[in-house]
């Protein structure tokens, strides 16, 4: 009689690995056909930022009396984080639809591990954030806005860091909240502004309050703009760019093992 052989700890965690990227691999995938069958929407989803360019951009050129180009250099990163920062925090309201309709439910039946559900989902936000970013500097090259192809590539991986992580937060928040969109969006907006505000994305906190530059200090989302106006400059060396990834690789682990133990609890 022959017996099967054993599986060591070590082949039990390279399977369970394997399995886990796999997963991860399919929820990816399924997520990113919508976005591939129908990619306008991520132009459409552009209006608010553009709004920002056009409109804000002429205001601090004229206060600032500096070239157009240095202007741009300054204020474009901070759109781009604003891309980041209102579409991932959005993206939980996505999940909330599918746990209304059922859809998610039947997700958590597949034979799938559950934590690859929300890394799949979070990963597909960089996606929609390396386009966007794309666009929007494309748009204000023309008008003098200095392209540094170093700085912009490694400025772009820095902003998918960051998105996972509030992506994974924002799928965090949906499912606490379950059916009760107005808990979901209240709680969005309450956070979401004060740190836009307090980053000095659009602009600059120098002269601001004391205590404005205290919270601005502990707020990530400040270091990541500081981060991405010293990388789009091709000041790859300044202190700011290794804060940025602190604080962008701090969400992002925090928001991965939030929304992993959310979704694992979820029924």
Same mark, same amino acid.
């Given at each position: ?61 004229? #206060? ?22 209102? #579409? ?61 192809? *170093? ?56 002269? #601001? *309050? ?32 290794l804060w940025g990834w602190v604080s962008a690789l701090a969400v992002a682990v925090v928001g991965l093992v939030v929304g992993v133990r959310a979704i694992r609890r979820s029924s």
């Amino acid at each position: 009689m022959t017996t099967a052989p054993a599986v060591t700890h070590g082949t039990a965690d390279t399977l369970v690995r394997a399995n886990l990227a796999r997963d991860t691999r399919n929820v990816l995938t399924r997520e990113l056909k919508p976005v591939l069958r129908d990619p306008f929407t991520l132009i459409f989803s552009l209006l608010q930022p553009l709004v920002f360019l056009g409109l804000f951009a002429p205001l601090l050129v004229g #206060g600032s009396g500096q070239p157009v180009g240095e202007t741009l250099t300054w204020f474009v990163p901070g759109v781009l984080v604003m891309i980041v920062l209102f #579409g991932t925090g959005a993206t939980g309201s996505n999940l909330q639809y599918e746990m209304m309709t059922g859809s998610h439910e039947r997700t958590l039946v597949a034979p799938l591990a559950r934590s690859s559900l929300l890394v799949g989902r979070a990963l597909k936000e960089i996606a929609p954030i390396v386009v966007q970013a794309l666009v929007i500097v494309l748009i204000a090259w023309p008008f003098g806005f200095a392209i540094h192809v *170093p700085g912009l590539l490694i400025g772009l991986a820095l902003l998918a860091v960051f998105g996972v992580g509030l992506g994974s937060l924002s799928y965090s928040l949906a499912l606490a909240t379950k059916d009760r969109e107005w808990l979901f969006w209240g709680v969005q907006q309450a956070l979401i502004f004060p740190l836009l505000i307090l980053s000095g994305m659009l602009l600059p906190l120098d002269d #601001g *309050p004391d205590w404005m530059r205290a919270v601005a200090a502990v707020n990530p989302v400040n270091w990541v703009v500081r981060a991405e106006r010293a990388l789009f400059a091709g000041d790859l060396g300044d202190p700011t760019v290794l804060w940025g990834w602190v604080s962008a690789l701090a969400v992002a682990v925090v928001g991965l093992v939030v929304g992993v133990r959310a979704i694992r609890r979820s029924s």
